[in-house]
């Protein structure tokens, strides 16, 4: 593992692997290097890519000084951006595909963009989440487990999905960064047509087919709002596309170029 120091002092961890362009991989809710989906996709892309993942604020070995706002998450991608090369191709999944829009827009040297189903809802203005200052306040409240049932509900996440998550193994580390749900709440909900609209780069917007025709539609809508965006469609499960069938969509996505 290296670090990276962002802005405001905050140590961000994160790893590289593989040889070729700089391509970093930004998480969703819940997720880092070591839970969730990066790391194994990583692993398919690494033969092209220099792949990078980290940690985001507030997860595994990063820190997270406060008080939080979004706009520290844009400058820690930077600082991740700055430490392995000074400009880099972006894969976001989810709140963390919000993320990787909101740095584009924010003039960071990314090149081109992948986002998997960002969860932007164009016809809603943007607004501050009240999901957020709910998680907020069930973590205040040391009920950091309801806070996740919460957001995953809340989200739209299918119920029976729900029903056993806190008989899973993994589930005391989703207790651990509940906090960083309120963080994902925040990020989806800074973002607007007028921010979507300032993204000149190529991105190229991918749903699931699986997925349910909001999350779909949210993706084709993305699409449509950038300058340089494009939609595809790929076999997969509900919110999310297997690394088998992602992987070599980003490759040809990124060696390509355009959009």
Request: glycine share 10%.
């Amino acid at each position: 593992m290296a670090t990276a120091v962002s802005h405001d002092g905050t140590r961000i961890g994160f790893e590289q692997t593989g040889t070729g362009p700089t391509l970093v991989l930004v998480d969703a809710a819940s997720g880092f290097r070591e839970f969730g989906p990066m790391r194994s996709l990583a692993g398919h892309l690494a033969d092209r890519f220099a792949v990078v993942t980290y940690d985001r604020r507030g997860r595994g070995e990063s820190g997270d000084t406060p008080p939080y706002a979004v706009e520290r998450e844009v400058e820690d991608l930077a600082a991740v951006i700055e430490a392995t090369g000074g400009e880099a191709l972006v894969h976001g999944f989810s709140s963390g595909a919000a993320l990787a829009l909101l740095a584009a827009a924010a003039g960071l040297p990314i090149t081109q963009l992948s986002l998997l189903e960002p969860p932007i809802d164009l016809d809603r203005p943007a607004q501050e989440s009240s999901l957020a200052a709910e998680i907020d306040a069930l973590v205040a409240a040391g009920r950091r487990a309801d806070a996740v049932e919460h957001f995953q509900t809340s989200i739209g996440v299918p119920a029976e999905m729900v029903a056993g998550v806190r008989q899973t193994p993994f589930f005391p580390v989703l207790e651990g960064i509940a906090h960083t749900l309120a963080y994902d709440s925040r990020i989806t909900s800074a973002l607007s047509p007028a921010t979507l609209a300032s993204v000149t780069v190529p991105s190229l917007v991918i749903d699931s087919e699986a997925s349910d025709r909001r999350l779909r539609s949210w993706a084709s809508g993305v699409a449509a709002a950038l300058p340089r965006g494009r939609h595809l469609s790929l076999s997969g499960t509900w919110h999310g596309v297997p690394d088998d069938v992602l992987a070599p969509a980003l490759a040809d996505f990124f060696h390509d170029g355009t959009a």
